[in-house]
Each structure stands twice: as structure tokens, then as C-alpha cells.
């Protein structure tokens, strides 16, 4: 069964402090790695990762996938009191009929302080 | 104009009725989905439609019946409630299968 694990669980910084936030995967048929952000409601989309190496940056989230080390990781300089959210990693498949499939970590619950 | 809108936003009843929630999305996409998120925060997929057409159907329990009537609408229906159901129901859509997933804010059912 494809299982995506997260950590921390939970991390309390204050702003200004840089977070990472960790992800590693075991999926079938492995195609791409998902980052989102889940404030109150709907999980909003932040990173696709397909490519190990490869960094994919926006403003001040970075995300970077190894495939080595089937893991991946998200970064966060000059955390904001906005930031404070759950993160969620998803892997995805690619094959067969689980194409397309998500399955998600449990996530990251991240509380910015002021 | 919300993306991907789903109704009831809340859903309370009591166990063994039937409830239906529905879902749109205006985003022309040709995929949907259905996930349930427990009380962990885990979000499982449980459906996805491709172009009207059941793509995956994972092992969830035939109480469960998504219907497409097309690809801009993906509803849930479920029969005979129970307490382990209380969840929220998060449908999404995508451009096609493997694109990034865009949410609706979720559908909150408690079984009293």
C-alpha cells in the first residue's frame, strides 16, 4: 500500500525563523510529489515536484525532491504569522489505475508566532 | 466565482438516513475527485472521475455511490449513515489525471 509520512507532526517558531519540513514517500509507480497549504478549509496547491534536484521556489517556499532518498522537503525563510497553517505532501502516481491517485501524509501542523 | 464548490457545507444526521452532497466546478476541467479527511487530518482519496467516466474507486464501502451527470458535477451519495462516516468530504477537480488537484472548502457530516 503507497504511504507518504511527514515530520514534524507539529513545529511552533516565531516569525522570522526559517522552517523545514519534511516528507518521504513510498508509492507505486511513483510520477510526481504535491505540496499544499490547508488554513481552515480547501488544501490550496503550492509545489508539483517531478524532477529530483530541481528546486521550485515562490516568494519565500522553496521545495526540493530527492528520488535517491525518496523524500522531499519544503522550506519556509522568514516565517509569518500567515504562514501558520497545515502542510500536506502528496505523492502521485503515474501507472496503471491508480493513475493520477494522491496519497496524502498526515501533515505538518506549522503555528507562527508573532 | 468560487472553483470548485461543493453544498451542504455542513451536514448533520442522524444514523442509517441517506444524504447526497453535491459538487461543480467551473474550472473546465476533466477530472474529479472525492476525498475524505478524518479527524487525523488524513486525506484518502475515495473516487475520481475522468470525463463522466469512474477512473479509481478505492476501497471504500458501496453505501458510497459517486455520480457524474458531467464532467462539471461530481455528486456523492450515501446510504444508511453511520457514526464512522463523520468526516470532512473534500471534492476537487483537475485538468486532467496527474495535473495538481484544486480543493472545494469541504463538506463537514456528523452522524448523531
Known amino acids: 500500500e503507497d504511504k507518504v509520512v511527514q515530520s514534524p507532526l507539529s513545529l511552533v517558531v516565531h516569525e522570522g525563523d526559517t522552517v523545514t519540513l519534511n516528507c518521504s514517500y513510498e508509492?507505486?509507480?511513483?510520477?510526481?510529489l504535491l505540496w499544499y497549504k490547508q488554513e481552515k478549509k480547501a488544501p490550496t496547491f503550492l509545489f508539483m515536484l517531478?524532477?529530483?534536484?530541481i528546486e521550485k521556489k515562490s516568494g519565500r517556499l522553496s521545495s526540493i525532491l530527492d528520488k535517491k532518498e525518496l523524500s522531499s522537503i519544503l522550506n519556509i525563510t522568514a516565517t509569518q504569522t500567515g504562514d501558520s497553517a497545515i502542510y500536506l505532501c502528496a505523492g502521485a502516481s503515474g501507472g496503471g489505475t491508480s493513475y493520477g491517485k494522491l496519497t496524502f501524509g498526515q501533515g505538518t501542523i506549522l503555528t507562527v508566532h508573532p | 466565482d468560487t472553483a470548485v464548490s461543493q453544498t451542504p457545507k455542513y451536514l448533520v444526521t442522524q444514523m442509517g438516513n441517506d444524504k447526497s452532497i453535491k459538487c461543480e466546478q467551473n474550472l473546465g476541467h476533466d477530472t474529479m475527485y472525492w476525498y475524505k479527511q478524518d479527524s487525523k487530518k488524513f486525506l484518502k482519496i475515495m473516487f475520481s472521475y475522468n470525463n463522466k467516466e469512474l477512473i479509481i474507486n478505492e476501497t471504500v464501502p458501496n453505501r458510497f455511490s459517486p455520480k457524474s451527470p458531467d464532467k462539471a458535477h461530481l455528486n456523492l451519495h450515501i446510504n444508511s449513515l453511520e457514526l464512522g462516516d463523520s468526516a470532512v468530504y473534500f471534492c476537487?477537480?483537475?485538468?486532467?489525471?496527474?495535473?495538481?488537484?484544486?480543493f472545494g472548502d469541504g463538506t463537514r457530516l456528523s452522524i448523531l
Open positions: 517531478t524532477s529530483s534536484g
Open positions: 508509492v507505486t509507480n511513483f510520477r510526481s
Open positions: 476537487a477537480s483537475s485538468q486532467v489525471l496527474g495535473q495538481p488537484q484544486h
